[in-house]
């Protein structure tokens, strides 16, 4: 069974601070990983991806990746009330032709002003 | 212009009672999914289509039965609802997977099914 583990929260930092956002996965065939937000009552939308070990960056975001202990994380620099969500790590597995994203259960962020 | 629209995006229905949720993407993509999100937020893959054809078909009971007309439309049926089907299902697509596909997948708005 390929699993993606994720603290559920609520991780609560003040505004203007860093949230830090944690996902360990089972499956070490995994190639490429994802960071997923997702409003109340919404879809998931994509925000990060990254797909080789160290870390990428876009904005306020920063992706952060090791293979070799199966860690993922996101960054979220000066965090704003808006970034108050609920975030979820994906991992694709499969073989090609039959990939598809294994999600967590996901991190609920609340961004206090 | 929505990328990948689904219909109905609620519904409440009583046990027993058969219901189907229709997902259509304009963006051209061969993989579409079907996904189911629970009261605790755990999205999980239900069925995956390439190219109309049954690609990934994950422990789900045959009540439930995907059908894909062409590449474009995803649809799924569900038969004698239960009171465990109450979810949000979403519909996403993706280009096929290859050394150029991210894998990132686009989703539809959720269709909110009520068991009652």
């Known amino acids: 069974q390929k699993e993606v583990e994720q603290n559920s929260g609520p991780l609560s930092v003040p505004e203007g601070a860093i949230a830090s956002l944690n996902c360990t996965y089972s499956?070490?065939?995994?190639?490429?990983f994802f960071w997923y937000r997702q409003y109340s009552g919404k879809s998931p939308e994509l925000i990060m991806s990254?797909?080789?070990?160290g870390d990428k960056e876009d904005g306020r975001f920063t992706a952060q990746l090791n293979k070799a202990s199966q860690y993922v994380s996101l960054l979220i620099r000066d965090s704003q009330p808006s970034d108050s969500a609920t975030y979820l790590c994906?991992?694709?597995?499969?073989?090609?032709?039959?990939?598809?994203?294994?999600f967590g259960s996901g991190t609920r962020l609340q961004v206090q002003p | 212009d929505t990328a990948v629209s689904q219909t109905p995006k609620y519904l409440v229905t009583q046990m027993g009672n058969d219901k189907s949720i229709k997902c259509e993407q304009n963006?051209?993509?061969?993989?579409m999914y079907w996904y189911k999100q629970d009261s605790k937020k755990f999205l999980k893959i239900m069925f995956s289509?390439?190219?109309?054809?049954?690609?990934i078909n994950e422990t789900v009971p045959n009540r439930f039965s995907p059908k894909s007309p062409d590449k474009a439309h995803l649809n799924l049926h569900i038969n004698s609802l239960e009171l465990g089907d109450s979810a949000v299902y979403f519909c996403?697509?993706?280009?096929?997977?290859?050394?150029?596909?991210?894998?990132?997948?686009?989703f539809g708005e959720g269709s909110r099914l009520t068991v009652l």
């Open positions: 996403a697509s993706s280009p096929q997977w290859g050394r150029s596909n991210t894998g990132e997948l686009f």
């Open positions: 499956d070490r065939g995994s190639q490429s």
């Open positions: 990254i797909y080789s070990n």
């Open positions: 994906a991992v694709s597995s499969g073989d090609t032709g039959r990939r598809a994203l294994t």
């Open positions: 963006l051209g993509h061969d993989t």
């Open positions: 289509y390439n190219n109309k054809e049954l690609i």
